[in-house]
Each structure stands twice: as C-alpha cells, then as structure tokens.
C-alpha cells in the first residue's frame, strides 16, 4: 500500500564497498528512491521493479578519506539530495559534492539569466554560454530559497511536520502530504479506511490534472501560442475550482492526514457534491481533447518542439530522471503501477512511454497523462458511494495500533515523478528525522545536459518549460 | 470550421469574470481565502500610477503557489490585462513589485536591486502570508520573515496561497489607495 514496510539492509562501513554495492544494484535493475543522510549513517533504499522488493544500503561512519564522490562514479540520482548529507554528516568528508564547470575560449559569450527572470517564476539562477547562436553549456545555480523544511521539521509534532511539508511545493500539495502520511501510518502501523483510499486517490489525481495543465498551458506559451495557453489555464483553473469546491482548497491543503482525509473548513463532500464535480470535469475533459487536438495539427507548435531539448543518453543513464521527464526518455517507472498503493490496482490506466526525450516527447507524455487522469477521475466519481462516509466530517481513522517500529517508508508517484519519504519518529510521536526525496531535485540535473545538446538560444525557453520544474521543490 | 467558432463564441457567455468591480458570487467564493489585509497609506507616495501597470514578479523563498496563482491572472477567467496590468520580465520597465514567499538572505540583496531600478512612481505588494510574517517558516535558519524591513511595503495580501481574485483586489488597491468595490454591491465589500 505505497508504503515500504520491510526492506532488507545491509550495513557497510567502507564507502567504496558501499557505493560498489550501490552500483552493482543500479546494474541489476533496482532503482533509487531515496538517499537519506540519518544519524547512524547515508543510507540509500532502492526498489527492483521485477521483485518488487525493497533494500536499504546504510553506510555507517567511518574515517577512511580516500573518497570519491558517488556522482563521479556515474551514480547521479543523489547528488542534491548528498550535498544535504554533507551538511548533516561531517565525517563524510566531502566539500561541495556538485562541481560546476565553465567553459573559456574566443567566442564563448555568457548570458546571466536570473533569479528575477521571465514573466512569473521562480528563483534559480540561469548562465548560458554561448558561441554564436549555440549554446556550449549551462549551468544552473540553486540554492537562493532555501527553507530547510528537514530541518524545520526535526523535533515537531507530525501535525507541525504536515503542514512544514505540504508547503514543500504547494502544486505538489497532495503528493507531499499523501507521502508523508503513508510513512507515518507505515511507521505507526495504521490502516485506513477504504473510503479514504479512495478520496486520496481521488485529489492525487485531481493535483495530477492542474499540474500538468499548468505545465501544458507554459508550454504553449513559451511557443508563442496564446490559444491553447489559456485554453490549459482554463482547464486547471476548472480544476482548482473543483477542489475548492469539493474540499474547501484550491490546492487540497489539509486533505490528506496521517490516518485518513479531512476536509478542513466543512464537511467530507457527499455524492450530490461529487455528481456537480463530474459534471464539471467532464466538459474539462472534452476541452483538454480538443485543445490537443488542435496543437497536434499545428506544425509551428509541433516543429518547434521535435528534436529540441534531447536528453543525452549518456545523462539518462548518469541522473536516471523519473516522472514525466523519464517516461518520455525511455524509462518506463511509474511509481502507480510499479508498486501499486491507494487504489491505482482497481484502475485502468497506461502509464505512456516514449523514447525519444525531446520537448515533443514530454508534451505528448504530460498530454497523454493529463488525459488518462481526467479519465480515471471520472471513473472514480461514477461511484460516490465508494467515496462517502455517512455523515462524517473528519478524518476517517480506523484501528489505530502502534507498532514498535517507529520507522516508516513511502514512495508514491507525484505529479512530477518519484517521491519518497522516510520518517522517524520519537515515543511521543514527535519526529527525529525526516528523509524527503523530491522527484525535482534529481531531475533538475537533466536540464542542463538537455539544454547544452545541440540547441540554440532561441530553443531555451521552449526547454525550460518542457520541463517546468519545481524549484522550491529542489532548494528544499 | 473557422466560422463555426465565431458563431460558437456569440452563442457562449465569456469566461472572464467581472470581478472585483462586479459582483460575481461564483468567484467571489475563492476570495474568502484572505482579505486585502492592510493599506500602508504613508508608503504609497503622493502621485498615483494609471491605469498601466507593469508588473515585476520577485520570489524570494515561495513554494510556488502564490507563482501559480498569479500565473492564473494573465488566465481567459481572471484576465488582469483588462485593468491594464501586464507581467514585465524587467524590473526597470516595473511600476509594481510583487515579492512572494519568506524573505531568504541571499534575496534580500536581489529585491533591493529590482526596487532600486523601478523608476518612480512604484509601488511593493507582499503576497501571501509568508512575505508578510514569513508564515510557518519564520524560524528557519536564513529566513528573514517579512519583507517590511527590505523596502517599504505598500500593500500586503493575506492568505496562503491568496486566491486570484484577492491578488487582483490587491493589484487595484495598489495602484487606487483603496480596496475596489463592486458596482451595485454598496459596502458589503
């Protein structure tokens, strides 16, 4: 149930003997989750696909020094998530784990690009090198936003930690909270009620709909296409509006809690509510069908995007990018049908892949799940009574045992790809530590590679909204 | 097919609301997420921006729902080009700074150069909880917590994150001095 439960763990305390076994599973197959820098040491859980089995690699304190970093070993999966390791575990030795490298020559012109940049975005500091009109290398500079959440988070009580977390990246409201909740009820040992499950499912994919139409509605944009720019808009303001109707937020705050679903400021919906909601998203769906349809028969729109911004093979084999990113690389990981939690099992859905990792690959893909996800929300709002419990207004607890572990996993499929939460928890429920793998902070180091290959100034910004990262979601 | 849109179009109400100098029940009820907190009259100077405004956006430290709320803005339904607003990627062409999210140290020097390069007169918004207290992280190591010490705020806007139709709100108080009511609503604004 999304949760990891059990993983086996082996306990190392050489680095190079833990990073060779690290490489040795990246080479059968077992995927990252989540690289976690925890007292008694750095731990990396992994996933194999195949088994469906989970492990945990913990590299215990040592005092060799002789280390290389893991990115130069070609594991690239963690390189953010190891230079917060660095600040937590000194003895690890390592200065700054991300080097950045420029490039000096006659010709070479570099453009500065932010943080204050574009129309509204976010800050993240941009320098394009350029010879002429083609870009030789960028590099991108995080870090000016830093929240340090994990931080903020140790010693607080997991309701604190709830609402620290759902302000991670608030158009990753639900998945934040719907993690966090599923490692804490793992930790705890708590089950929940099936009409919860369904509700998660519920505004998982409801997120999963305004997220991707926002990234959608840039895209078209940064093609120079107002149209279909404010025809996405609409359809994720159409969808704000539902959660807002539904739930009372228009981003789902305060939905998903560690035990079951709330809705904050009135009662849970009941079946005329969701009956009002399906009609709503219905006539959504059938605009985001014809505003596709549209662009797929624009050639301005599509030349633009075919061949532009190509993820080197080289850097998919290096940051193993996940989400919508990977799945139009070739990589086939979804995290809903790999290990099946909520109610994903009872849904029928085609995570699409392509392999071509171009700007077209990933509007076909973000397009594709756009759709899938309006479908399988109307699906599930064809039976409200799955969805409603009687007269209730709070969160839906069941039984309530409390286990001895107060360790918990979870990894769950946000709407921008893998992420992964490991909590720990004190006696009085308080939390020691909290893990957080965001699926941004891996695949901001695809940007640059995609962007330096090939490309030329003018493709830049069509680039940078084909991925449409989170940068809150990397600084953390 | 071409003309089959227009006369589509006739036929269809249009999406924009009317809002906030019309009433509009339907999305006046996203409006109850905060309120135009307060007005810092004294900030605001003595000579008034028409109506054209340009609009530089600063994030100092959001989690990027006031940046998807005010991307809403430019959106068929919100529309906030009809009060003649528009986003400007230069702070040098700005008349209004919108400044999201807590205030970081390393921003504090970025803000005060954005400001400091929008010709006179300007005006500051603080949007959202975290600009105006710094929210729930006003504890975090390198937060600063209110963007009132950075430059001289002239209006702020609660919530976390403000609805679209309250950043608009907000937007016109900046430029009027007072919050807009709409037409035929009397003072139950």
Redesign the interface.
Known sequence: MGVVGRADEQTFDGLTSWMDAWAKAREQGWETILVDGRKDGLSTLMFHPAGGSHQELLLTPSDSFTIPLPQDSGLGEAIWSLSLAVEDLPWLGWDHPYRDRSVLGKGIFTYPLGPVRGDVSESVFYRLQVMGDDIVRLTVENGFKRRHIRQLCRGRSWSDALALVERMTTTSTVAHALAFSLAVEDAFGWSVAPQATWIRTLVAELERMASHAGDLASLAASTGLPVPQMEYLAVKELVLGVNFDLFGHRYLRGVIVPGGVRAPSQRLPQSEEYAKAQRTLSSGFNQVQSVRQGLDRTPSFLDRLHGTGIIPAQTREFVRPVGPIGRSAGRPMDGRSAHPYLAYDQLEFHPPVLSEGDAFARYVIKAEELAQSFAMVLEILKWPERLSAGTESEAMHSEVRVSERRTGRAWIEAPRGLMAYRVELAEDGKLNHLGIATPSQRNWYVVAPAVAHQNILQDFPIIDASFNLSVAGWDG | MYYWHWVKNLLAKP?TTGYPTEPDREVR??AQ?GSVARIETQAMGRSSIQRSCAI??????????C??????L????YDFTRYGFS???V?KHADLLVVT??I?E??VA?IKQ?YAQMGTPKRVLALGDCAISG???K?????LGSLDGVVAVSVSVQG??P?PPDILRGLLTALDGEVPRAVGEGDRD
């Open positions: 999406l009820r996203f997420s530089r956006q600063v994030d100092a430290g959001s989690c990027n729902g940046e998807s709320e005010l991307s809403l430019v959106s068929p339904i986003y400007t990627p702070p999210g807590v970081t390393p921003m970025v954005a929210g729930w992280f504890d975090a190591p390198g937060v976390c994150p609805a």
